[in-house]
């Protein structure tokens, strides 16, 4: 028998939270999500490694689902989802090494969740209510932590490290196109940035119409930053054509090696370009610094002290050293949801002088149902006009929670390790691409047993011209990856680690292959290094 419109109602009506939070309704919200977690740990897999048994998608499954008909319990929907968290690997334990995908805190998750109860939406104060205080004090805090004045910068949160690249380069773009808003780009601007550096930044210049071709990469150095002399070259070689620069693009930390640019030189050389060349505008300069920003909490921590006892103190301020100069840049990509330990997606795109927004800004006339009240309106400049808060409070939460020494303390933790898993997997042979680099990423290539004592010649050989040696280490390498990920998927046994078939390209334009191994668990422990290595080992003989 169906139900009724008035008892359908008052079921659906249990289905959700008391708008009030009363107690008693509370407690609904608090046994569905005590069941949600107990399942998921009930379909742990393996030693456990993964939310689930990473059973194969099955997407002709998914496409000939439709809407049911009737509405469904609590009871059925929870198992119903929770099923598709399988295949997740478990990114905090201490043998998940795959990425920088990091375990989120406690206090984040707390954040993301009570956003997701009170559903702000923080494109203005009518909606978003003191969560736009919160993202206020986020961009403040994170102003100050990499040196810019926070009288006069200002930022938002977006959709990710793509969106903080996406506002760097269009504010980069307008400065050089006075009326391209309105008549669209007419020209061709450039925008450069290193051969390392993040996929998204080509996505960024699709989809703002600057076009791909007007990308230019610059050659990166042994240790994976940017040659600041070819970048010298090529920005006179464009200049003296007459073309327009609208973006340099460092990056400080990049996603494979954790390569470091330069920045201070990079700033240097286009204030000293403008000068040369009576520049009638400033190209700007957006660091992509979603990973490496973190690393500014030793800005202002002693090394030569070291109250902490933090291990490869030494190490960690050369990396300081360049991530210190992050204020240098124009506007700057901040992921909390990287090594910031907050859930996705939680991406803060900051810039030194809000001047700078007015290029981007929308007239209030244009958008005559908003903006009435408060005097908080980001909606205007935003390319969103829809933006949550759970990445603003999770945010928050964490620079609560882990404070300076927090951070600075895993930061550590992670470099420790880092260095303890690339001292172990030379001993079985394996040659560490950016050795140069230091943080929490390690790219390395294991060689077939007749180039084992010489692997390093091998390698130097493979870079140089030797295209059918790149070719043979380069498969035997993605055979030890699909060794290891065979035997974690279909046993639950061993780790999850990762590989990327262009590390960077040889100097005849080949792609390298390397693996790499991420150390981000807080859990981690000189115990897991040793099974992390082990099992690469054994995929080592099995294959040979």
């Not at 984040?108 to 956003?115: C, D, K, R, V």
């Not at 200002?154 to 050089?176: D, E, H, L, R, S």
């Not at 124009?330 to 927004?357: E, Q, T, V």
């Not at 078939?501 to 334009?509: A, L, P, V």
Request: proline residues 3%; hydrophobic residues 35%.
């Amino acid at each position: 028998m169906n139900k009724s419109y008035k008892d359908l109602l008052n079921t659906l009506q249990s289905g959700f939270l008391d708008p009030l939070l009363v107690k008693s309704r509370r407690d609904l919200l608090e046994i569905a999500m005590e069941d949600a977690l107990d399942r998921l740990e009930g379909m742990q897999y393996g030693s456990p490694i993964w939310w689930g048994k990473g059973e194969e998608i099955d997407y002709e499954r998914a496409w000939r689902q439709e809407m049911p008909e009737d509405s469904s319990s609590l009871k059925e929907v929870i198992p119903y989802i929770v099923q598709f968290l399988k295949g997740i690997p478990i990114y905090g334990h201490p043998e998940t090494v795959s990425n920088v995908i990091p375990q989120s805190t406690i206090s984040s998750i707390i954040g993301a969740t009570l956003a997701a109860i009170c559903n702000p939406n923080i494109m203005e104060e009518a909606y978003g209510g003191k969560a736009c205080e919160a993202e206020i004090e986020v961009v403040s805090m994170t102003s100050s932590l990499i040196g810019y004045d926070k009288k006069k910068s200002c930022g938002f949160f977006t959709f990710g490290g793509t969106g903080t690249n996406m506002y760097g380069i269009k504010i980069g773009a307008q400065k050089v196109t006075k009326d391209g808003r309105e008549k669209g780009l007419r020209k061709d601007v450039k925008v450069l940035t290193s051969d390392v550096s993040h996929y998204s930044i080509l996505n960024v210049m699709d989809w703002l119409g600057i076009g791909t071709d007007n990308l230019i990469k610059i050659r990166s150095e042994e240790d994976n930053s940017i040659s600041i002399s070819d970048l010298e070259k090529e920005l006179h070689k464009l200049l003296d054509n007459e073309e327009d620069i609208a973006c340099i693009v460092p990056t400080l930390g990049t996603t494979d090696s954790f390569g470091v640019d330069n920045i201070k030189d990079v700033a240097k050389l286009r204030d000293d370009l403008v000068d040369e060349y009576s520049l009638d505008y400033i190209p700007h300069i957006h660091a992509d610094s979603v990973i490496g920003w973190v690393f500014s909490v030793f800005n202002d921590y002693d090394f030569d002290k070291n109250s902490l006892g933090l291990p490869w103190s030494d190490d960690i301020k050369k990396i300081n050293d360049k991530i210190k100069y992050l204020y240098l840049a124009d506007s700057a990509g901040i992921d909390f949801h990287k090594l910031g330990y907050a859930p996705y997606i939680s991406s803060l795109f900051i810039l030194k002088d809000r001047k700078d927004l007015d290029l981007i800004s929308r007239d209030e006339s244009l958008m005559p149902y908003l903006y009435h009240t408060g005097h908080y309106h980001p909606g205007r400049y935003t390319l969103e006009t829809s933006r949550g808060g759970g990445g603003v409070l999770s945010a928050l939460s964490n620079l609560h929670f882990l404070g300076k020494n927090g951070y600075r303390v895993l930061l550590a933790h992670s470099v420790e390790m880092t260095m303890l898993f690339r001292e172990k997997v030379k001993e079985i042979g394996a040659v560490i691409l950016n050795d140069k680099n230091i943080g929490p990423s390690t790219l390395f290539r294991i060689y077939p047993e007749e180039y084992k004592d010489n692997r390093l010649d091998a390698y130097k050989k493979e870079i140089e011209d030797n295209a059918s040696l790149l070719k043979v280490c380069n498969e035997y390498n993605e055979r030890i990856f699909r060794r290891v990920d065979e035997r974690v998927r279909s046993k639950g046994e061993g780790i999850i680690f990762s590989m990327t078939k262009r590390y960077k390209q040889t100097e005849y334009g080949a792609d390298i292959t390397a693996l790499k191994a991420y150390m981000t668990s807080p859990h981690i422990k000189n115990e897991n290094i040793e099974s992390i290595v082990k099992e690469i080992s054994n995929a080592i003989t099995q294959i040979t």
